[in-house]
């Protein structure tokens, strides 16, 4: 599956047109992972997002360490790594790959870029942020 097609199946972009979709995959590079691949580190300063197209990947809290919590498993057509990258701060958690995959990576520069030419990406990244606080909030109070 091509970048493109990969993305015209992600619930990020549903409804994005063909010149949309074309002009994001040119800024998508694919970086392969193994299964127990960290892919991102907590605490990192952010340089990419990621859409994963094949395997699965788990959010995982304090990595390594006796309180690690597993957040989150996520699979293809989900993405990880914007909020570091829209605020500025270090990566909340690690990325670890549950199995061999496949992530496709936009830099910094062309998701901002992205964002600011594109509503529909930024309302679709506002509502699983939103989707993904709910969740933790009610993991708090469980």
Do not use: H
Not at 6 to 13: K, Q, V
Not at 127 to 140: I, V
């Amino acid at each position: 599956m091509g970048n493109e097609e990969m993305l015209a199946n992600a619930p990020l972009f549903a409804g994005f047109g063909s010149a949309e979709l074309k002009r994001l995959a040119r800024d998508l590079y694919p970086r392969q992972y193994r299964a127990g691949d960290v892919i991102l580190k907590e605490g990192e300063e952010a340089a990419g997002f990621y859409i994963v197209s094949s395997g699965q990947v788990e959010v995982v809290k304090s990595l390594g360490n006796p309180k690690e919590t597993v957040l989150d498993t996520l699979g293809p057509g989900d993405f990880f790594g914007e909020t570091a990258l829209l605020d500025g701060y270090p990566r909340t958690a690690s990325i670890r790959a549950l199995e061999d995959g496949e992530c496709l990576v936009m830099t910094r520069w062309d998701f901002l870029a992205g964002l600011k030419s594109s509503p529909d990406m930024a309302v679709q990244i506002l509502r699983t942020l939103a989707r993904r606080l709910r969740q933790t909030d009610a993991s708090l109070t469980e």
